[in-house]
């Protein structure tokens, strides 16, 4: 970047040095972050891996090139190199260490160029081994004791290995690197096409504007509303398969849900005084009756202040479901009450009371589904196989009961009916 900013400096057009484009402003030049990266792993995987094994490979043949260390007229080639002399010798110089006691034990090998940073610091041999598990070079002695169980190679090999996915990972590169500058003339070119394009565009609509404004405009209308009618029409259609695959579904729902029905009667124990249950105990209806405070007292299971009643079967686990007749009543309650919901008050709308109840209008049988194991309820318009409501995430720790409540103002926290209005489970 220095070399094009001091280019610029002096030129009086900035130019690219590609593609000998002129910029009209001077443009901030910043660091291409992808080709950057690129540059750094390449570089980095020659300088640590290519030449590190290039350095410490055996890959010479044996005495080619390699010269004695001992000669000084004129150097022989030498025909073995000593692992503790860290020496080569020709064949003359190499004969005491067939002679000499002392000189018998070193390690004669094949002639290699420069031993140093090739013998083993502990053990004095011949790095002849690679460790893949510690990217460690290796002698016998290492290869066979604490690098027992590891992934040892001879060091040719590894070298092989080495050059081999630097070689890969060089050419992945390169191609990713002529991807990105094909994409990058592809852009080149087609934003020079779209601004041809462009001008051309320019130049004919300025035209057709001019003679032909109004013709345009008409026909550009009537299109739109066209275009809108088609729109609306699919959007209409879509809904409705939509509704009738919802309506299929609902169906489903309720049949499955219908196979767990179970009768349910009504328990007048439960009744508050001020409500009338019928004598096959499946209908409750309000009734201005007197001396209802003493019954009241009386007996303890009751509701006292809200007028309620109480299912006289209990369920404690799985699946139930049961439906309730309301007929032309505009507004009714009812849902699942806890064994120990309070009787005698007014009732707290909190959940945490025991009462999961649902007040509703101008629907003739509502069916009422519970998971118990799931903690869900849920209130459903069996006429129009729709759902009111769902209670979901509940948690329930005892017995439960149907619960029915007709909504009379005089008692209840809710709406008002008829004295003659009745509720039929």
Known sequence: MLCIETYWKDAQ?????????????????????????????????????????????LQASPGAGVLCGICTDTPQEAIKSCVECQTSYC?????????????KKHTLIEPVASLEGRICEEHNKLLMWFCRDDSALLCDVCS???HKEHSVVPV????DEKKNLLEHTEGKVQRMIQE????????????????????????????????????VISESLKNSVSQLRTTLNKMNTDIQKLCDRSDVSN????????????????????????????????QVRYSMRSGWLANQISNPSMFTEHLAVLGNRSFSSRKFYFE?????????????????????????????SGLWPVHFGKVERIGVFVDYDRGQISFWDTE???????????????????????????????????ADSSISP
């Open 91 to 103: 064949d003359v110089h190499l004969a005491p260490h067939h002679l000499a006691p002392g000189l």
């Open 180 to 215: 990105r500058l094909q994409n990058v003339v592809k852009v080149k070119e087609s934003v020079k096409l779209s601004k041809t394009e462009t001008e051309k565009v320019t130049a004919s609509g300025q035209k057709t504007v001019e003679q032909e404004a109004g013709g």
């Open 324 to 352: 309730v007749y309301v007929g032309q009543k505009t507004e009714w309650c009812l849902g699942m009450a806890a064994a120990s919901v309070q009787r005698r008050g007014s009732l707290s709308r909190d959940l945490r």
């Open 13 to 57: 057009v900035c130019r690219c040095p590609v593609c000998n484009h002129a910029f009209e402003r001077r443009p901030d030049l910043k660091v291409n972050t992808f080709i950057s990266e690129l540059a750094s792993n390449v570089l980095s995987l020659k300088a640590k891996d290519f030449d590190t094994w290039s350095a410490h490979s």
């Open 251 to 282: 169906k489903a729902t309720l049949r499955y849900m219908q196979q767990y029905e179970v009768n349910v009667l009504l328990d007048p124990d439960t009744a508050h005084p001020l409500l009338m249950i019928s004598d096959d105990l499946k």
């Open 384 to 418: 129009a196989a729709t759902l009111i409501y769902s209670f979901t995430e509940c948690f329930f720790t005892e017995e439960l009961y149907p619960y029915f409540n007709p909504l009379l103002r005089i008692f209840s926290f809710c709406a008002t009916l008829h």
């Open 144 to 146: 066979s004791s604490r």
């Open 156 to 159: 040719e090999r590894a070298y």
